[in-house]
């Protein structure tokens, strides 16, 4: 039988999701498996629905491994009792045996969160820039322009190694907070590259500190020119915050910062 696991941690303590041999701090993949396998006392492999970097948090996540036994408790609750509090499991869904948790995937959506007065409640889980001026309609103009980016060379690391580098971004926004301190990037696509989201929330902040012009803006991001001082954005600050399947649809169980009174 295969289960997708419905998921959400906090990355602050990891190398991010996936499992590395030379990293000097645990994987959430590593964790969630150790833990399901002696809870099963079988060897279990999961597979996640995608990569995050170390420090980048997932308010929703989903992955899949198979398990051919019945279960005479619940694995839920048995498996939060094993796992630190900084990863939690919400559900475990029995699924097609073909079900895959990344390929199937149709859609999946990111937040950035950051701040620009200190703030040591919202260290953890937004990114601190410092005091600056921003350009909002400048910004709001480069966040159409990546609307209408196809392929995302440029905005990615190691496009190389990649079989393609085309991504259909469907939405991209900004949503500031009432007090214009704290601000929140919305992108959802059918897929994203190794850093493309920092890539891009880094270059966002150029143009609209007027680090660089619109100009410039569109030459760099189709390969036209190069950045003459290349940055990728703080990790803390980035949420995978949805996964969607077409067969398989639920709500986030986290809702972080949000609240009526934001404006786009």
């Not at 590593?30 to 079988?42: H, P």
């Not at 900084?86 to 950035?112: F, G, K, L, Q, T």
């Not at 991504?167 to 959802?188: K, M, R, W």
């Not at 590259?193 to 902040?205: F, N």
Request: a neutral charge.
């Amino acid at each position: 039988m295969r289960y997708f696991l419905h998921l959400s941690y906090v990355g602050t303590h990891y190398a991010g999701w996936q499992r590395q041999s030379n990293a000097k701090l645990p994987s959430v993949q590593g964790v969630i498996e150790c833990c399901l396998s002696k809870m099963t006392a079988s060897d279990i492999t999961i597979m996640g629905c995608g990569r995050t970097d170390a420090g980048v948090h997932a308010m929703q996540y989903f992955a899949h491994f198979d398990f051919e036994d019945i279960w005479t408790y619940d694995p839920v609750e048995r498996l939060n009792k094993m796992l630190p509090a900084d990863i939690r499991i919400y559900d475990m869904i029995p699924v097609e045996s073909r079900a895959h948790s990344r390929y199937d995937a149709i859609s999946r959506s990111y937040e950035y969160y950051f701040h620009t007065d200190q703030n040591a409640y919202l260290h953890p889980y937004s990114s601190f820039f410092g005091a600056m001026e921003l350009d909002l309609e400048m910004i709001h103009l480069g966040l159409e322009s990546i609307k209408t980016i196809t392929d995302f060379r440029y905005l990615c690391f190691t496009p190389d190694r990649l079989n393609t580098t085309i991504c259909q971004v469907s939405e991209a926004s900004l949503i500031c907070g009432p007090d214009n301190h704290l601000f929140c990037f919305h992108f959802t696509a059918n897929r994203f590259l190794k850093s493309m989201i920092r890539i891009i929330v880094s270059r966002l902040l150029h143009l609209g500190t007027g680090k660089m012009n619109y100009e410039e803006f569109e030459s760099i991001n189709h390969g036209k020119s190069k950045l003459r001082f290349p940055t990728l954005a703080y990790p803390q600050g980035l949420h995978l915050s949805a996964i969607k399947y077409p067969y398989l649809d639920l709500p986030s169980k986290n809702i972080f910062f949000r609240s009526t009174n934001w404006s786009q």
